[in-house]
């Protein structure tokens, strides 16, 4: 499998429709913690979640930030609505999300 850029319009006709463009959904997840739930143990749960790519300790009104990338955005969904949430230790999310 190949990605390539999206924009592939100088490429001669024949290589376009041979190549397999992929299109990744990103979503970021804000995280605040309960206060006295210590975070690297969170943050150690949220890594081994599919799609997650980063995970940060950040200051201000959030403690966590998480980057998830997938070619498929039900993935995503699946990993932030069925498992995130249930992680002790997560008082409360935001997400956002590239359509």
Known sequence: MLIVPISTGSLPYI???????IILSIAYVLILLD???????????LNMLPSVVEVNKVEGPYDIVVKLSDDNMSVLKESIGKYMI???GIQSTLTLMEE
Do not use: A, K, T
């Open 35 to 45: 206060y006295d739930y210590p975070d690297n143990e969170v943050m150690s749960q």
């Open 86 to 88: 249930r992680i002790r």
């Open 15 to 21: 290589l376009r429709m041979q190549l397999q463009i």
